[in-house]
């Protein structure tokens, strides 16, 4: 969870000076009747064992993996469904469908969660509720008046309307649409919350200056490019549980076997592509920290908690080998010529590549070779350059043709690279929220003062 920067902000200010009043005034209670409200820290709620930063930190994390993935869908599944209305490909149709399901089956779920989020944040953390909400009160009107309301709308029309709108595909398309965009308008506004916590610009009555803050258009980029390749990747992971847990006890299909395998192709490419450029906008959003906060940038990458960055780039390493090892373990059998072998014999060898960038990328900065520059940054050349040559390969090879290997090798890789994107992604997540270090708005807010109360 990303909301939690005003060390003596004007509510602080505001309140010392309504203490003062009040004293001069000779009010037995304190409380100035017209002045200002004071800061009046009556009571704090307390998690036991947890705390309550983490129990918000936790609620929101599994509110947003679920929500990653609809919006991830929801990215695909318009555009799925226009090749299939389009082109007329019964599969790409097919897929459009099934997400839809999926939409309408997390929805809630998603919601959900982010109810309990917010009502942990309005109990815990008062003071930092009523600050945000002020600031941004018109975003979140559009938010909760709008976005919300016509995403509910939207995403259970787009699944109900399937059998119905058959003769009016245009007008089921555009509500697939319209959801798809709404999530990600949704997204864009959201992250003018978390954003301004991490690098804050402007003060309390300055709406634009803290909306759009230095790190706003970086964070939003890196979102909405997470959520198009976490989709995916998550997606192709459940089909592929699917098949391995139900392998063997029932029979299907020629068809729908061939159908479910070409699934786990789908959701790897367009993952795996997307995911190739996570890395760029990865520093774009890494380098805005920099220069708006670098005290949070050093907590990040170099400070207590730089282990962490160790694991995000490692777990990366980990989703570029498993998309390789997909590409071997679903090359066509090589009966036709030298030229297949040669190709699984170098996406073979790639491995060990791989491998051994993923091993460069985790040292240590204490140790030989653990400086950021050059060693991490030649690792993450290794992992795109030899990613994308691999994918080349592959496709090269698969559209010649030949029987592609079934068994349980390719969906057991799957679902391993879905766990590999969940695990980077909820890293990524706590990375941002411990940068801030005890800061729940970045050099502005303490958590002791955002648990105060403000009382009129």
């Known amino acids: 969870m990303e909301i939690v920067g005003l060390g003596r902000s004007a509510l602080t200010r505001q309140g010392e000076r ?22 009046v820290p009556e009571f704090t709620v307390s998690v036991p064992a947890l705390g309550g930063r983490w129990l918000v930190g936790v609620i929101f994390l599994v509110h947003i993996t679920t929500v990653a993935l609809l919006i991830g869908i929801a990215m695909v599944a318009p555009v799925a469904e226009v090749i299939g209305w389009r082109r ?14 999926v939409l309408e089956r997390l929805y809630a779920w998603g919601a959900t969660w982010a109810a309990f989020g917010l009502v942990a944040i309005w109990g815990l953390y008062p003071r930092l509720w009523g600050y945000l909400t002020s600031l941004f009160f018109y975003p979140v009107v559009i938010i909760a008046g709008v976005l919300w309301l016509l995403m509910t709308i939207t995403a259970y029309a787009y699944y109900g309307t399937w ?23 949704f997204i864009t506004l959201i992250v003018m919350f978390s954003s301004h916590q991490l690098t804050p ?7 634009w200056a803290a909306a759009f803050n230095p790190s706003w258009l970086a964070e939003t980029l890196h979102r909405h490019v997470g959520n198009l390749s976490y989709g995916p990747l998550v997606l192709g992971a ?23 395998y070409w699934v786990l192709e789908a959701t790897l490419l367009l993952g795996g592509l997307v995911t190739l450029t996570q890395p760029l906008f990865g520093w ?17 990458m170099a400070g207590a908690k730089g282990w962490l960055f160790l694991i995000q780039i490692g777990l990366l390493g980990a989703i570029f080998f498993l998309i390789s090892l997909y590409l071997v373990v679903s090359l066509p059998t090589p009966t036709d010529g030298a030229r297949r072998v040669r190709t699984r014999t170098w996406l073979r060898w790639s491995l060990l590549v791989l491998a051994l960038a993923l091993l460069l990328a985790v040292i240590p900065k204490e140790l030989p070779l653990g400086q950021m520059r050059p060693w991490k940054y030649i690792a993450l050349y290794v992992f795109g350059l030899v990613t994308i040559a691999n994918l080349v390969l592959y496709w090269r090879e ?6 592609v290997p079934g068994g349980w090798q390719r969906p057991a890789v799957l679902v391993a690279l879905g766990l590999a994107a969940v695990a980077i992604f909820v890293t990524m997540g706590i990375i941002r929220e411990s940068a801030r270090g ?10 002791e003062q955002a648990q105060e109360l403000v009382r009129p």
């Open 238 to 260: 459940l089909v592929g549980a699917g098949l391995l847990v139900f392998r063997g006890r029932f029979r299907p299909s020629e068809g729908q076997r061939d159908y479910r």
């Open 163 to 185: 059998n119905s709108l058959r003769g009016r595909r245009g007008l089921h398309n555009a509500i697939g649409w319209t959801f798809a965009l709404s999530a990600m308008a």
């Open 398 to 403: 698969r559209r010649q043709g030949g029987p």
């Open 88 to 101: 007329g490909y019964e599969r790409w149709g097919d897929l459009a469908r099934q997400l839809s399901t």
């Open 438 to 447: 005890d800061w729940l708005i970045y050099q502005k807010m303490p958590p």
């Open 284 to 300: 774009y959003y890494v380098r805005r920290i920099l220069e708006a906060s670098p005290g949070a940038w050093f907590n990040m």
């Open 18 to 39: 309504g203490t003062r009043v009040a004293g001069r005034a000779g009010d037995p209670t304190g409380i100035p009747p017209l002045e200002v409200a004071s800061t």
């Open 201 to 207: 610009a402007g003060g309390v009555d300055q709406l």
